[in-house]
């Protein structure tokens, strides 16, 4: 099992920042996929960005709509994903959740090859 515990959300004005952390604990996997959905009220959850581990490689995947703008990464050591948010404009608005997946996955952005996920932060982007 694995257990994901986010935070770092808030409100912030727009073109402000904020980074979001993802804490993993339990067990890990050599070649997985971890990510950041995000949902706001009445809409569906959309893909943000995601992190592909295979092996020794880590690739990375943006939503054309933060791309240039969020930096998603992670500490292997303490085992956090970082979700960097610069720019933020109020479209941003949305409880975000950080995912992991057990197995290796080309489609990341697919939110149905996750089975673990957090309870999710909420991040308000004021105009």
């Known amino acids: 099992q694995v257990q994901l515990v986010e935070s770092g959300g808030g409100g912030v004005q727009a073109g402000g920042s904020l980074r979001l952390s993802c804490a993993a604990s339990?067990?890990?996997?050599?070649?997985?996929?971890m990510g950041w959905f995000r949902q706001a009220p009445g809409q569906e959850r959309e893909f943000v960005a995601a992190?592909?581990?295979?092996?020794?490689?880590?690739?990375?995947d943006y939503a054309d709509s933060v791309k240039g703008r969020f930096t998603i990464s992670r500490d292997n050591a303490k085992r956090i994903m970082y979700l960097q948010m610069n720019s933020l404009k109020p479209e941003d608005t949305a409880m975000y959740y950080c995912a992991a997946s057990s197995d290796y996955a080309t489609n990341s952005r697919d939110a149905g090859i996750y089975e673990y996920w957090g309870q999710g932060t909420q991040v308000t982007v004021s105009s």
């Open positions: 339990g067990r890990t996997f050599s070649n997985s996929n």
């Open positions: 992190l592909r581990l295979h092996w020794l490689s880590t690739a990375t």
